[in-house]
Each structure stands twice: as structure tokens, then as C-alpha cells.
């Protein structure tokens, strides 16, 4: 966002506006997603997090300074790291990785309510009726498939296009959040995830050194562009998904 700025790739009104809409989406994603971690840590029984006032709604206690600026420069960023000690965990391994999905199954989650949210506004937008098996399908299209701002934005009030823009916003970045996580490269929830299920080994961490190189790993995804190419095939698999899913619904409640 910075960087097109910078680059006069855009103007400091679109800028400001773009920043005013990204900025509580970060907040909610990176938040939600950290006090996740917190929350089922402490459920296991480590209350390292909970000690140290993670497990909370204060995006203050999750967010890092450089990881939050980064997200407004380059798109990617990171929040710190929720600590967890798991010699206080009843069952180790079951335990890192009910952790470890646990904030991905809270970005999973926002994505999802805040993609309903988008297709209740597109569909109020176009006058379609609102459950309407005709109509649903092609309102779901608009307000995801295409994420169309262009079409639908302009139909709403100043205030309700704001909203809308918030809540397109929210799914893409919870969504490429969750995604993101999911990647099998420590130090991120990925590495746990499938080391617990998969690999199964003799450490829940991985060394430093290992995790030098899996955020090398990283810089080279994100800086070639492999990972946004992956990242767009994902999301448009998966609000696809979603879409059908929404008419299905419909269909199975016997609207007319």
C-alpha cells in the first residue's frame, strides 16, 4: 500500500482511504488469530500466555511494531508470536497442534462471517430478494467470486460502501492469512500442524537454525511472486466454495 504510494502508483486520498478501511482489518485479523493461539493454549493448561496478558482482544498485546508496519508497506507482516511451554501440556504433541490450527481456524471463521456479510450487502445492492434461488448464485458471484467493488460499491450510500469495502477486505486478508499460516515452513503454524500429524517429530520446535532458513524460505516466496500466484488460486477455489455452499443452503431450506 506505502510502496504505491511511493512509487505514484496511487494518490494520497485513495491511499488514506485504503489505509482507513486496512487498518481495522490487520487489527482484527492479526488479533483474533494470536488471542486464538492464547485461548487454546490455556485450555491445554499452559498459562504462559495468559501471564503474560496474550490472552485478550487488546490488538496492543499482539501486534509487532516492525511486523504491523511492514503489512501497510509490502501487504505481509506478522504479529508476536503467542509463547507456549510445553512442558505444561498434557498431551504434547495433540496439544501443539490443536494450538497451532487454532488460529487458522479463527481466520477460517472471519472469513466466512464476513463473506455472509458481503453477500447479505450485495444482495440488499442489486434489489435482488434475499433468499430467492434464483437470484442467490448470481448475487454470491458479485460479492465473491469477482469481489467486483466496481459494480457494487458504487450502488451503496458513502457509509454502507465503506462497510462493504471493510468486510471484502476482512475475508481476503483472513483468508490469506489462514493460507499463509498453513504453510509446512517453520517458524509459522504450518510446521506444526503437519509435524504433529505427519513427520511426528522428536521436537514440537524447530532449532533456530532451521527457522532461519524456513523465513529465507519465505522471503524468496513472497519476493518471486510464487506465492501470490498459489495465494489467488486458493482464495478463488475456496470462495467458490463458499458460494455453492451459501446455494445449497438456500436450496435445502426450500426457497422459492
Not at 81 to 104: E, H
Not at 140 to 169: E, W
Amino acid at each position: 500500500m506505502l510502496l504505491n504510494l511511493l512509487q505514484g502508483n496511487t494518490d494520497i486520498i485513495a491511499f488514506l482511504s485504503n489505509f482507513l478501511v486496512s487498518l481495522p482489518v490487520f487489527l482484527i485479523a492479526l488479533t483474533f488469530h494470536e488471542a486464538a493461539h492464547a485461548y487454546v493454549a490455556w485450555r491445554c493448561g499452559d498459562p504462559t500466555a495468559k501471564l503474560l496478558g496474550r490472552l485478550t482482544l487488546n490488538p496492543v498485546r499482539h501486534l509487532d511494531p516492525w511486523g504491523f508496519l511492514l503489512l501497510f508497506v509490502a501487504g505481509v507482516g506478522w504479529a508476536k508470536p503467542v509463547p507456549v511451554n510445553p512442558r505444561n501440556l498434557g498431551n504434547p504433541r495433540r496439544d501443539d497442534f490443536l494450538i497451532s490450527i487454532a488460529g487458522v481456524v479463527m481466520n477460517l471463521l472471519l472469513c466466512l462471517l464476513s463473506s455472509l456479510a458481503m453477500f447479505a450487502m450485495t444482495t440488499y445492492a442489486l434489489g435482488m430478494e434475499p433468499f430467492s434461488r434464483s437470484e442467490i448464485l448470481l448475487a454470491y458471484q458479485y460479492a465473491v467470486f469477482g469481489m467486483d467493488q466496481a459494480l457494487i460499491a458504487p450502488l451503496m450510500g458513502s457509509a454502507a460502501r465503506y462497510v462493504y469495502l471493510f468486510f471484502v477486505n476482512l475475508a481476503i486478508v483472513n483468508l490469506s492469512l489462514a493460507v499463509f499460516n498453513l504453510l509446512p515452513i517453520p517458524p509459522l503454524d504450518g510446521y506444526h500442524v503437519f509435524n504433529d500429524l505427519l513427520f511426528q517429530r522428536s521436537h514440537l520446535f524447530a532449532s533456530v537454525k532451521v527457522q532461519r532458513v524456513g523465513m529465507l524460505l519465505i522471503v524468496v516466496l513472497l519476493a518471486t511472486g510464487l506465492f501470490d500466484k498459489g495465494l489467488y488460486a486458493i482464495i478463488t477455489t475456496v470462495f467458490q466454495g463458499m458460494g455453492r455452499l451459501v446455494y445449497s443452503l438456500v436450496v435445502a431450506l426450500g426457497a422459492a
